[in-house]
């Protein structure tokens, strides 16, 4: 509690003109939330990155940046009947290059758009390297799971009130310059914030939760000053009896109030998947699962994707096209890397680098359920 009070006073001094314009909007009543929902597709659609990019640095740089691949991979995603797709930013690209950034934001919206597709933008990301580096990105490491993905802001501006402003600047102004844009679904303000990377760069500290904790509503503050017409979120993805907001931690309370539409990341079981949808319901508001499937671990298209028709829940699967992220493979290649053999089954993506399938079933599905109206499963 002690550092929390100290970032408070940092933050304070370093940035004393904090203070949200007037103009901001308020959190969308329910009514407001379930309208917007009631006018859009049934969301279904992956996490993306295109294949010849190993994290949001190089899929945005100007030097590596791709919309002939970008253009081919949306295309096969049209093809399934798909209509948004979860698509990572990153402050470090604002600062390097403002207005190419936003220029390559408004040519990705373009080709989104001619393959009927709504990004939602996360902004913040708190997973896998906390150390990123602009420019050139290190090749993957043979065998393990997305092994080049940076977090943002990282632990270095996560830790410097004196970096705030920076941050700050960013997200008002991503978020002012494409705020009345209907090519875009929404805005994720900060992917799992209090994951701790326990598998990979571990750091459990309680300076590192309280400054997330610190930090993460004045994301939203500043993301709901630039007038957004999209809906703000952030999901939640641990623990459980989500209905229960007394129970849960700071930055979950701050996911679940501050969210215009709750969105939820769950990797299980469907029997587990229907609890946490069910406990999310409670909330009144549209819920969209932005983080599922994986297949040795229990979650995948057959399962829970007809789940999430019925309860008309939006459907993002984390991986698209297998390529530099090497998201096929399981978690567990951070201890043991898949070099001398393949795992047993693709642990995420939907497509080969070729634009062939990895199992025609699944493809089958995703067609038959987007193509039905909400909330309808057609029977095969």
Not at 75 to 92: C, K, P
Not at 110 to 136: M, T
Not at 226 to 243: F, K, M, R, V
Request: hydrophobic share 40%.
């Amino acid at each position: 509690m002690r550092t929390l009070f100290l970032c408070l006073a940092l933050l304070a001094l370093a940035a004393p003109d904090f203070v949200v314009s007037a103009g901001a909007r308020e959190v969308w009543t329910k009514d407001q939330a379930n309208q917007w929902y009631g006018k859009q597709k049934w969301l279904v659609g992956s996490n993306y990155i295109n294949a010849d990019s190993i994290n949001q640095l190089e899929m945005w740089q100007a030097e590596s940046f791709n919309p002939a691949q970008i253009d081919k991979e949306l295309g096969w995603a049209q093809g399934l009947g798909m209509t948004t797709m979860r698509v990572f930013l990153h402050d470090a690209l604002w600062s390097q290059d403002q207005a190419g950034f936003k220029k390559r934001i408004d040519t990705f919206l373009a080709i989104s758009a001619k393959h009927g597709i709504k990004p939602l933008f996360v902004l913040f990301d708190s997973c896998w390297d906390p150390n990123y580096k602009l420019g050139p990105q290190h090749p993957p490491i043979p065998g393990v799971h997305n092994s080049g993905w940076v977090q943002g802001p990282g632990s270095k501006a996560l830790a410097d009130p004196a970096q705030y402003p920076r941050l700050e600047a960013y997200v008002k102004g991503v978020v002012s310059a494409f705020a009345k844009d209907d090519r875009i679904l929404g805005w994720d303000v900060w992917n799992e914030p209090d994951n701790t990377n326990g598998n990979s760069y571990p750091d459990n500290s309680q300076a590192r939760y309280d400054q997330v904790a610190l930090l993460l509503p004045q994301v939203f503050a500043w993301a709901r000053a630039a007038d957004p017409s999209q809906p703000l979120t952030s999901g939640i993805w641990h623990h459980d009896h989500w209905e229960n907001l007394a129970s849960l931690n700071s930055v979950e309370k701050a996911q679940l109030t501050q969210s215009d539409v709750i969105s939820f990341h769950d990797y299980s079981f469907p029997e587990v998947f229907e609890v946490r949808a069910t406990a999310l319901a409670t909330y009144g508001r549209p819920v969209i699962c932005t983080e599922f499937m994986a297949r040795g671990a229990g979650s995948t298209f057959d399962t829970i994707l007809p789940i999430g028709k019925k309860r008309n829940i939006g459907m993002i699967n984390w991986g698209f096209v297998v390529g530099k992220t090497q998201t096929d493979l399981p978690w567990d290649s951070w201890q043991k890397p898949y070099t001398s053999r393949p795992p047993v089954v693709w642990h995420h993506e939907v497509f080969r680098a070729d634009g062939t399938a990895y199992r025609e079933r699944e493809i089958a599905i995703i067609k038959r359920l987007s193509a039905a109206p909400k909330t309808i499963v057609p029977t095969e």
